[in-house]
């Protein structure tokens, strides 16, 4: 399943740039807004065709734009844009195409946006090795992941935090949940018992939620991972809602970075968990693909601590937190990625609802509801990056990373750098 990851930061943002690596560059970022100037952007033609003045070849796979008409209109001028069919970019066709090299040597592939192009599948070694010469030559895998999508995942961060500190998952289940879980067939029934027990579940949130919700402000945000995403959720969330930001990551970021955040560095991720009232999972996935919130992990986490995922669902064990939510050593929690994408853990969704059963009793149109294991996971379907300003984002840097690389500069947002430097 796509994984949307990040989108552009807006100038006033007072948040520095920074890329979900710490070995990866940080280039200056040229303003993102909808078919702004390239000008940003110097002009030269791609080395390996300035000889003979022919364009170099792109391959566009995936929809056609749908925001940034003006700058697709640029990026057309400047190369030959070829974009194959939706039975071509089939798998099997796909690395037939390839083979018979049916879109010549091409220099570039463009896929706009996560939402479509990935019929090929996943791009591995099998495919890769299909590829011509000309594009494998850039050495460069671009995409627009450093600011293209960390504003929308950022803000959902935020929901989700204030979700684990109110108790949202209860609050909307309580008032809803007991009207969509009745079925029978007969009106007094829902008009009597049903609406009695909507009752007692709305009356009973009402009146317990309040002992368990709290207000974000002075309470420890944990992150895991201060990259682009992160930097951005501690800037929100410690300016705005009062909370204290500590974080852990592979390299500690620089002084300046920590000071103007506010932010506190932990070696290690179970020193961070240890004084975390929340801790939120925004770092790249592992490279083994094996998680890192483990049982074991998960064993020093602060009791009664809540956690977030706007990652990857591979990073967690599910079922190692679904039992610290049994036992009470998380409290709350909100996933947005899942293991399983577009499967949903089942012991986790029972949690999202909580126990609020309408049932029959001994044939009788009688019902009763339990209010002791409310609802306490906020589940989303990975939606945290998906967003129209995400969408033009998307398609405005990858348009522009292009643009610079087979105009002999630097990638604006590469993502392989690290590999790229220590093969050399």
């Not at 009597?192 to 309040?210: E, G, P, R």
């Not at 974000?216 to 300016?239: C, D, E, F, M, T």
């Amino acid at each position: 399943m796509a994984e949307p990851h990040n989108t552009p930061m807006p100038a006033s943002t007072p948040v520095p740039a920074s890329t979900p690596r710490s070995s990866s560059p940080v280039p200056p970022l040229p303003s993102l807004a909808p078919n702004a100037s390239i000008s940003t952007i110097s002009r030269r033609l791609p080395r390996q065709y300035s000889n003979d003045g022919r364009r170099p070849i792109v391959l566009h796979i995936g929809d056609p734009i749908k925001y940034n008409l003006a700058t697709y209109t640029e990026f057309s001028q400047a190369f030959e844009v070829i974009r194959p069919s939706t039975a071509e970019r089939e798998r099997s066709e796909f690395k037939k195409a390839l083979k018979e090299q049916r879109w010549g040597d091409f220099s570039a592939i463009f896929r706009p946006f996560w939402g479509t192009g990935s019929e090929m599948g996943r791009w591995d070694a099998d495919l890769i090795s299909l590829l011509p010469i000309s594009v494998k030559t850039q050495k460069f895998w671009v995409k627009e992941v450093c600011p293209a999508a960390a504003e929308a995942v950022a803000d959902f961060a935020v929901a989700m935090v204030i979700s684990t500190f109110r108790h949202l998952p209860w609050c909307m289940g309580a008032a809803a949940l007991p009207y969509s879980l009745s079925t029978p067939s007969s009106s007094d029934f829902m008009t009597a018992s049903v609406y009695s027990i909507a009752s007692k579940t709305f009356q009973a949130c009402h009146s317990l939620a309040t002992a368990v919700s709290h207000n974000p402000r002075n309470h420890v945000l944990g992150i895991i991972g201060l990259g682009n995403i992160g930097q951005q959720i501690a800037a929100k969330l410690g300016s705005a809602f009062g909370m204290r930001i500590a974080y852990y990551d592979v390299v500690r970021k620089p002084a300046p970075l920590e000071s103007s955040l506010g932010a506190s560095y932990h070696s290690s991720l179970e020193k961070l968990l240890a004084m975390s009232d929340c801790a939120v999972l925004c770092t790249p996935a592992s490279a083994d693909g094996r998680p890192i919130i483990t049982t074991d992990v998960l064993k020093h986490i602060k009791k009664g601590s809540r956690f977030v995922n706007v990652a990857r669902g591979s990073l967690v064990d599910e079922e190692a937190l679904a039992d610290a939510l049994e036992d009470g050593r998380i409290s709350a929690a909100a996933l947005d990625v899942h293991a399983e994408e577009p499967s949903v853990s089942q012991r986790l969704v029972k949690m999202a609802f909580g126990e609020h059963d309408i049932v029959r009793s001994n044939g009788q149109k009688e019902a009763k509801s339990s209010f002791d294991h409310p609802g306490k996971v906020m589940l989303t379907c990975h939606n945290a990056g998906g967003t129209v300003e995400t969408h033009i984002g998307f398609e405005e840097l990858s348009m522009r990373n292009i643009m610079a690389v087979l105009g002999g500069q630097k990638a604006i947002t590469p993502v392989n750098m690290h590999y790229l430097k220590a093969t050399e």
